[in-house]
C-alpha cells in the first residue's frame, strides 16, 4: 500500500544503440564506416559511459570520536559531487560557468567539525543537509495523531523546527557509494527509533544521491514506519551559482511556478492563508532578481510556494545567475518548495577557502510538503502509517546559458 503522497520516481531518459542493431548486415562500406562511427560516438556519449564508482575520504570525526567520510561522485562531464554521511551533508557540486570552468556553487566546510563548531551550532543554518523527521516548523513543537498528543523539542522560539534539537542533521547515517545507467550513485540510510526527538515509530529511512550524467543533482526518499507518525523529508543546501564573482545571492533571477504561497506569521508559521502572489513581491511566475524586491519582504524570503502541479514529476523553480551564467532547474513530486534567501547568515561563519558566509550569501530551494501541515488539516497530509511506504525524488539540474 502507498501513501496519499507517495509520488512518482524521476523519469530518467537515456538513449541505446538499437537503433545501430536495426542497421543491415548488407550496409556498403561506406554505410558500415558510418555506422562504426556512429557506435563509437554513442559509446562515450553521456547517456551510456560507465558511471565510475564514488571514491571515499576521511572527513574528520565528529565531536563523539565517531570517523565520518566524504564520497566524491563524478559523472560522465566530470561534476563532481561530495557528500558526508554525517548528515547526508551535501559539501559541494562542481559545475561549469558558460566559459567551461567548474566551480562550487555550494556553501559548506572542507572537513566535519566546520558542521559541528560552537559558532555554526549556534547560528545552524543546516548546510547542505538532510532534514528530518520533519522539514521546516511545527507550531509549538505540537501534534496530534490519532488522539495521542506529541510534544517535540523546540529549537526555534516556541516552535520545532527540521526534526527537533537533534534532528537528521547530525545523525551518521550509513553509506553506501555504488553506480547506475543514470550515474554514479550514494545510497544512505537511517534508523530513527520511536520517541527520538518525541516522533513516534521506528521510521527507516533510505536516500539515494545520483549524479546524472545530464548533469542533475537527483535526491531520492524513501521511508517505512512502524507506527503511525508524521514525515516530511528534504536537503537544506544553499546554492550560490556565482562562484566567488558575487559574495551573494541578490543578482540571482529566479522563476517559480507558483500561483499562490503560505502567510506566516512572526515565527514562520503558517496562518492558514493561501495568498495569491500576483501583485506582490512573492511573484515569482516570470523571472526576478532575488533583490529586487526583497527589501519588502519582512525578514527578506522564507517561504512556502504552492506549486502550481502538486503531483507527478513537474517543474519547482529555475535559477540563472548572469555574472557566471550557470543555471539551475529544480523539478519535484511534491506540492511545496521553501524558498529562503539566507537571511539568518551573519559573517560569523567562515567555510571552503576562507569564505565568509554573510547575509544572502545563499539561497536555498526546499521541496517539501507545506510547514506545520500536522496542525492543518486543510493542507496536504503528511502522515505515514505501518504498511505504506512514503517515496520522493527532487532534482537539480544544471546548465549554462551564454
Not at 545523525?171 to 540510510?189: N, Q
Not at 536516500?207 to 535526491?219: C, H, S
Request: hydrophobic share 35%; glycine share 10%.
Amino acid at each position: 500500500m502507498t501513501t496519499s503522497f507517495r509520488l512518482g520516481r524521476l523519469a530518467l531518459s537515456c538513449s541505446g544503440l538499437l537503433a545501430l542493431a536495426a542497421c543491415g548486415a548488407n550496409n556498403t562500406a561506406a554505410d558500415q564506416a558510418a555506422t562504426g562511427a556512429a557506435a563509437s560516438a554513442a559509446a562515450n556519449s553521456t547517456q551510456t559511459k560507465s558511471a565510475a564508482m564514488p571514491t571515499a575520504a576521511s572527513f574528520g570525526k565528529t565531536t563523539d570520536g565517531t570517523e565520518v567520510q566524504l564520497f566524491t561522485l563524478t559523472n560522465a562531464h566530470g561534476l563532481k559531487a561530495t557528500i558526508s554521511n554525517y548528515a547526508g551533508t551535501l559539501t559541494s557540486l562542481l559545475v561549469p560557468d558558460k566559459e567551461g570552468k567548474l566551480g562550487d556553487v555550494i556553501l559548506g566546510f572542507d572537513n566535519v567539525s566546520g558542521y559541528q563548531s560552537a559558532a555554526f551550532r549556534k547560528s545552524n543554518p543546516y548546510f547542505g543537509a538532510l532534514i528530518g523527521r520533519y522539514g521546516n516548523r511545527i507550531a509549538r513543537g505540537k501534534f496530534t495523531l490519532d488522539g495521542k498528543a506529541y510534544q517535540l523539542p523546540t529549537n526555534n522560539g516556541v516552535n520545532s523546527l527540521h526534526g527537533g534539537k537533534t534532528g537528521f542533521d547530525q545523525r551518521v547515517w550509513e553509506a553506501t557509494p555504488g553506480t547506475s545507467p543514470a550515474g554514479p550513485t550514494l545510497t544512505l540510510k537511517y534508523l530513527s527509533k520511536d520517541g527520538e526527538e518525541g516522533y513516534p515509530g521506528n521510521l527507516t529511512v533510505t536516500v539515494v544521491y545520483t549524479l546524472t550524467n545530464d548533469d542533475a543533482l537527483q535526491i531520492d526518499y524513501t521511508a517505512t514506519t512502524d507506527k503511525a507518525t508524521v514525515v516530511n523529508l528534504t536537503n537544506h543546501a544553499y546554492f550560490n551559482l556565482s562562484h566567488g564573482v558575487s559574495k551573494d545571492i541578490l543578482a540571482h533571477e529566479v522563476t517559480l511556478p507558483a500561483g499562490r504561497y503560505n502567510v506566516v506569521d512572526a515565527g514562520l508559521i503558517p496562518t492558514g492563508e493561501l495568498k495569491a502572489v500576483k501583485g506582490t513581491p512573492f511573484d515569482f511566475t516570470t523571472p526576478h532578481a532575488i533583490g529586487e524586491r526583497i527589501a519588502q519582504v519582512s525578514g527578506g524570503y522564507d517561504h512556502n510556494w504552492i506549486l502550481n502541479t502538486a503531483t507527478g514529476q513537474h517543474a519547482a523553480a529555475s535559477v540563472y545567475d548572469p555574472a557566471s551564467g550557470r543555471t539551475m532547474e529544480v523539478t519535484t513530486d511534491q506540492p511545496g518548495i521553501q524558498f529562503y534567501t539566507g537571511n539568518f547568515l551573519d559573517g560569523t561563519l567562515t567555510g571552503k577557502n576562507s569564505t565568509v558566509y554573510g547575509k544572502h550569501a545563499g539561497f536555498c530551494l526546499e521541496t517539501q510538503h507545506f510547514p506545520d501541515s500536522p496542525n492543518q488539516p486543510k493542507f496536504p497530509s503528511t502522515v505515514l502509517k505501518p504498511g505504506e511506504t512514503f517515496h520522493s525524488v527532487s532534482s537539480y539540474k544544471f546548465g549554462v546559458r551564454k
